[in-house]
């Protein structure tokens, strides 16, 4: 058996890394099979039917349930969401209050895409003012809340936002409303909505944890390798020593 004689720096650097490197791979497994049952969750509400808001207010889990509205836009408070992307084109998302007749609460309402290809000018988009009946679903962030990152009480309408958060939308306007963002489902008022459920699917998750666990490796391999082409040098060394001593 050939003795393993790595040396103390290739061993500090395995036990530094090594565990971090397989952490990680883990890790991703386990956002792999967070997206998985998030979109399970998602496939089985969306088939279901829609429920009342009154109901929704109830659930503890409103997350991608399926919503029957009935009332009207607020046409003087709209939000564009910025920074949206459809098919390499940079557009906003339309957000607008809605307050629902059934319950009398305020719902914030994303009636999808809208390209903004010139900045100089204004989002172009129509609110109706008639009474309305729409289907809508929530949606919440996996893993992350909608925080404003801009001031809403400052400026005119319809301001522009890199992200929002209906509950202090709400507070701001001194309005009794749920606390979540409801999407359009597909109506004459709708505009795009063909948004993704997840930014990264459970495929591209477990694609970097075997990028992860396949460094690990290769840092192992590199290890033993180390270990025993240092012990080769030295009996090479021993034997040439051994040598000169002869002669």
């Known amino acids: ?16 890394l090594l565990p971090g490197l397989i952490g990680l791979g883990f890790w991703q497994l386990g956002r792999a099979e967070q997206k998985r049952h998030l979109l399970g969750s998602y496939a089985e509400r969306q088939a279901g039917e829609p429920i009342g808001v009154t109901q929704l207010t109830q659930v503890q889990d409103p997350a991608y349930r399926r919503v029957r509205l009935f009332g009207h836009f607020d046409t003087q408070h709209s939000l564009l969401l910025d920074n949206r992307m459809r098919d390499g084109h940079v557009g906003v998302e339309l957000l607008q209050p809605f307050f629902d007749q059934s319950s009398g609460l305020w719902l914030l309402l994303n009636r999808g895409w809208l390209p903004w290809p010139d900045r100089r000018n204004p989002v172009q988009f129509a609110t109706p003012e008639q009474t309305l009946s729409l289907d809508a679903w929530v949606y919440i962030a996996p893993g992350a809340t909608f925080q404003l990152h801009a001031d809403p009480e400052g400026g005119s309408w319809p301001r522009l936002l890199t992200s929002i958060d209906a509950g202090h939308l709400w507070t701001q306007l001194a309005r009794q409303g749920f606390a979540h963002e409801l ?5 004459p008022v709708s505009y795009r909505l063909d948004w993704p459920v997840v930014a990264m699917g459970p495929e591209k998750h477990v694609g970097y944890a075997v990028q992860w666990f396949a460094l690990a490796l290769a840092l192992v391999l590199l290890y033993l390798y180390f270990g025993w082409h240092n012990n080769k040098k030295e009996k ?3 034997s040439r020593h051994e040598s000169t001593q002869h002669v």
Do not use: I
């Open 183 to 187: 999407r359009l489902e597909a109506s």
């Open 1 to 16: 058996m050939k003795p393993f004689r790595p040396g103390w720096l290739p061993t500090l650097v395995v036990l530094l």
């Open 236 to 238: 090479q060394h021993g």
